[in-house]
């Protein structure tokens, strides 16, 4: 019986644990993957802290996932051993539902994902349905793709879908994992790039990463900086801080749209007076199926996109997702597989 290494959790705000795992086989529909590379993302702390229901433990972690195909199901189609694969935190869809009869599979009301819904990419080897992978380019490296697979793909998807427009004024809130990808692809779309901070200590990375304009919002009112600019079409809010939005709505010029993908605890301030007049609105942006998560590893290959992260073995996985959730990670953390 072949065994390969992993790291899971067998309960709910349990701890990380390095075992020694059967290596799986893929049933019809699914792949096994030999992982490359796997991102630890802040979402990992839903499995971590058993913040959805009916969640199955002992469960693997891990949805930023880079690797190649090693084995195949027998129902597999376009996919066959040795390509190079990505898995996001969209993990599989049921085709039937009306969000899937619509292709809208993120909403699917039985959509899975993975490293919640099955094991994911914690591990030397993980299996996992067709309709879940994305082809990875040629000469893209794994451990910078696997940021991509989650934190890329939620800013590279909401910005295209956002209704900005080449030429118009797009704010990028943060500076952290989301952020600094959110400049550089905003800038490769042609917008007027605007990097917000509450620290003028990034203002020289953020002009490196592409910014146009840099706005520390500790020095003055950010709806002030904005509007000299005939205010924001759409500002890209990645920080997970409530308190932080309502300054940024006011910073939108009209008809301009807040979409948020920073995750936190905190109400949204806002009163209809903030909206309505200019016809403002706030949206939130889920991550992307299969195929935005491809589309997005092609747009940061074609743009060379510099994703930055620290790396860890799979045995430190426990010390990556600390440090991580310590806010001391440089943008992302990575596991790479021996």
Known sequence: MAMMAAVQISKARGNFELVEKRIPDPSPDQVRIKVEACGVCHSDLILKDGLFPGIEYPRVPGHEVIGVVDAIGSMVKGFSPGQRVGVGWH????????????????????????????????????????????????????VAGAPLMCAGVTTFNALRHSGAKPGNVVGIQGMGGLGHLGIQFARAMGYHTVAISSSESKRDLAMQLGAHDFVDTSAGPLAKSLQKLG????????????????????????????????????????????????????????SGDAMDSQETLEFAALTKTHVMVEVFPLEKAASAFEHMLSGKVRFRAVLKMH
């Open 91 to 142: 993990g599989g869809h049921c085709f039937v539902c009306n969000s899937c009869r619509r292709g809208d599979f993120m909403t699917c009301d039985k959509a899975t994902v993975c490293g919640i819904s099955y094991d994911g990419g914690y591990a030397q080897y993980m299996v996992a349905p067709q309709d879940a992978l994305a082809h990875v380019p040629d000469g893209l490296d794994p």
């Open 231 to 286: 205010g924001a079409a759409v500002i890209l809010a990645t920080a997970p801080s409530g308190k932080s939005m309502h300054p940024l709505i006011e910073a939108l010029g009209p008809g301009g749209k807040l979409v948020v993908i920073g995750v936190g605890p905190e109400p949204i301030a806002v009163t209809p007076l903030d909206l309505i007049p200019q016809r403002k609105s706030i949206l939130g942006w889920p």
